[in-house]
């Protein structure tokens, strides 16, 4: 019986002894390990151990000369992998990313019209006329194009070289803008209405549409007597209806930022005076949304239907990197409209232009005089 009891207290102790040495060459393995992490963080030796919590799947290693931190939620990780299998990138998207990636600054605000840009912020609005004369459904379009987010990206950190192409392309299209608004026309009384690419038509609406706003985003004043040309020339009421490549409540709302910024020093008496009786009559105009929306790069866009559908979908939409752009508005402050859908100026905003165009032609008398001979 006694030797049973031996026998018993040696397997005990065994165990024991086993489960410590366990002990200590655990925390020996931690204690390297946490160094080695800890020294990638700095260049100087670190003499403060680092800490490891295990208590919620998360190591954080301090460095308390430092301040640097390093936090791996394992947890966090495991959600993220959950929620984009269920909502995961799309091929379309995929195509846009790669596509603008390979694209030159040059190629970029040519290609506003692409049908890999276009259609997806196209198809994300519903609810809304979706006519090219609409300007509330063209304000949403242009806050989602990727490409406008990209280079209106650029132009905040660099805006002149921005400037120059997005003014070139402004000017081309414009110019093309006649005919190719007469062969849409000849097409449509043809019933030809679709197409696999950009038109000549789509091309110059888009890409006017595009260079109007990131102009006036990035205070391009040169760009008042263009864009006032691009107001004039809308004029529905003609026969046959002639309309601008740009739903006249946007074009004039871009001027409206551009003069409101105008810096004073570069006016004369005159001018300074103009702008004051506009700025007055302008108290009427209600002010940007600031809205929040993914950077172009963003794996997931805002306007993604499937981020709205559950939980994970909510979940994808917050991991993306963001940006503030202006979303215009079409109303006046007391709630009356500044166009129709079918583009019909309203008296009142015909009116605050007519103002405006006065304060452009003082300041550039010589006016859009390459788009000016045209008429």
């Given at each position: 019986?006694?030797?049973?009891?031996?026998?018993l207290a040696?397997?005990v102790?065994?165990?024991?002894?086993?489960?410590?040495?366990?002990t200590?060459?655990?925390?020996?393995?931690?204690?390297?390990e946490?160094?080695?992490v800890?020294?990638?963080?700095g260049?100087?030796e670190?003499?403060q151990?680092a800490e490891?919590?295990?208590?919620?799947n998360t190591s954080?290693?301090r460095n308390?000369?430092?301040?640097?931190?390093?936090d791996v939620d394992?947890?966090?990780?495991?959600?993220?992998?959950?929620?984009?299998?269920d909502?995961?990138?799309?091929?379309?998207?995929?195509?846009?990313?790669?596509?603008?990636a390979k694209?030159s600054?040059?190629?970029m605000v040519?290609?506003?019209?692409?049908f890999?840009?276009?259609q997806?912020?196209?198809?994300?609005?519903?609810?809304?006329?979706?006519s090219s004369a609409?300007?509330?459904?063209?304000?949403?379009?242009?806050?989602r194009l990727?490409?406008v987010?990209?280079?209106?990206?650029?132009?905040?950190?660099n805006?002149?070289?921005v400037?120059k192409e997005?003014r070139?392309v402004?000017?081309?299209?414009?110019?093309?803008?006649p005919?190719?608004?007469?062969?849409?026309?000849?097409?449509?009384?043809k019933?030809i209405?679709?197409s696999?690419?950009p038109?000549?038509h789509s091309?110059?609406?888009?890409?006017?549409l595009a260079a109007?706003?990131?102009?006036?985003?990035?205070g391009?004043y040169?760009a008042?007597?263009?864009?006032?040309?691009q107001?004039?020339i809308?004029?529905?009421?003609?026969?046959?209806a002639?309309?601008?490549?740009?739903?006249?409540a946007?074009?004039?709302?871009a001027?409206?930022?551009?003069?409101?910024?105008y810096p004073?020093d570069?006016?004369?008496e005159?001018?300074?005076t103009?702008l004051?009786?506009y700025?007055?009559?302008?108290e009427?105009?209600?002010?940007?949304?600031?809205i929040e929306?993914?950077?172009?790069?963003?794996?997931?866009?805002?306007?993604?239907?499937?981020l709205?559908?559950d939980e994970k979908?909510?979940e994808?939409?917050?991991?993306q990197?963001t940006?503030t752009?202006?979303?215009y508005?079409?109303?006046f402050k007391d709630?009356?409209?500044m166009?129709?859908?079918?583009?019909?100026k309203s008296k009142?905003?015909?009116e605050m232009f007519?103002?405006l165009?006065?304060?452009?032609?003082?300041?550039?008398p010589e006016?859009?005089?390459q788009?000016?001979?045209r008429?």
């Open positions: 019986m006694f030797f049973v009891f031996l026998v040696g397997i102790f065994w165990f024991s002894a086993r489960n410590r040495s366990d200590f060459q655990t925390a020996d393995r931690g204690k390297s946490s160094v080695s800890v020294e990638t963080v260049t100087n670190i003499e151990p490891v919590n295990t208590r919620n954080i290693v308390s000369e430092f301040r640097s931190v390093q394992t947890m966090q990780i495991a959600r993220e992998a959950d929620a984009l299998m909502v995961p990138l799309h091929p379309w998207r995929r195509r846009l990313m790669d596509n603008m694209e600054l040059t190629e040519r290609h506003f019209a692409n890999d840009d276009m997806l912020a196209q198809t994300s609005i519903s609810a809304i006329d979706s609409c300007a509330e459904f063209n304000n949403l379009v242009v806050t990727a490409r987010r990209k280079v209106l990206a650029i132009g905040r950190k805006p002149q070289p400037i997005l070139d402004l000017i081309d299209s414009l110019k093309d803008w005919d190719a608004f007469k062969k849409y026309m000849e097409d449509y009384a019933g209405m679709t696999s690419e038109t000549p091309y110059c609406q888009d890409s006017c109007s706003y990131l102009l006036a985003e990035l391009d040169e008042l007597p263009i864009l006032a040309y107001y004039r809308h004029n529905i009421r003609s026969r046959p002639f309309s601008s490549p740009v739903p006249p946007i074009t004039f709302y001027m409206h930022r551009l003069v409101s910024s004073r570069r006016l004369s005159e001018a300074g103009v004051d009786d700025l007055k009559m302008s009427s105009l209600r002010e940007t949304e600031q929306v993914t950077t172009w790069d963003s794996t997931h866009s805002e306007s993604d239907p499937r709205s559908i979908g909510r994808v939409l917050q991991w990197q940006m752009m202006p979303l508005p079409t109303k709630g009356t409209i166009q129709d859908g079918n583009g019909l009142k905003m015909d007519a103002k165009d006065e304060f452009v032609k003082l300041v550039y006016g859009a005089a788009l000016e001979s008429n």
